[in-house]
């Protein structure tokens, strides 16, 4: 008779929760929010220092683009003062040419030759629209001719 005031009373012998847990969680969490704040940190710092090597690359590339240009320049001017006139000349007497005479000069006509003859520009031409296409097939013939081409492969296929 005495096991049921047993039944009703609780039970004594259920763990109770250790002194230190709660100061284990609390270490736990805060360890884990370092964590995170460490590596949203470093995600950080490497976004950013990749972001300043591509600007600081694309500085470098403007820098080489300007100095090509200004090299470009250079040459075009190198090159014109080559093609100048008097250094042509100069260029040209120095290999033996001279300046023709009138008496040297030789003209040649061509029969039928019209020097002020109207300059020939090409017309534009409008390209012709292609017609609508007239579908006035209808399903029974379409699945006719289907059937047809059916069949002709598998013929084909016997034959062969």
Known sequence: MTSQPDRAAPARHTMQQSPWRNQTQ?????????????????????QTSTTTITARELDNMGD????????????RGEIAQYQSLPRVMTRAAEMGFR?????????????????DRPR????????????????DETLG????????????QFNEWQSS
């Not at 005479?101 to 029969?111: A, G, L, T």
Request: charged share 20%.
């Open 64 to 75: 080489h683009r300007a100095r090509l240009e200004r090299d470009n320049e250079l040459l």
């Open 26 to 46: 609390l270490v736990a969490t805060l360890a884990l929010i370092v964590v995170i704040g460490i590596v949203i940190g470093t995600l950080y710092l490497i």
């Open 141 to 152: 013939g379409w699945l006719e001719q289907q059937w047809d081409s059916l069949k002709k």
């Open 99 to 115: 300046e023709a005479q009138e008496s040297e000069i030789q003209y040649i006509i061509v029969d039928g030759y019209r020097y």
């Open 120 to 135: 020939v520009t090409p017309t534009a031409t409008p390209t012709p629209e292609p017609a609508d296409a007239v579908y």
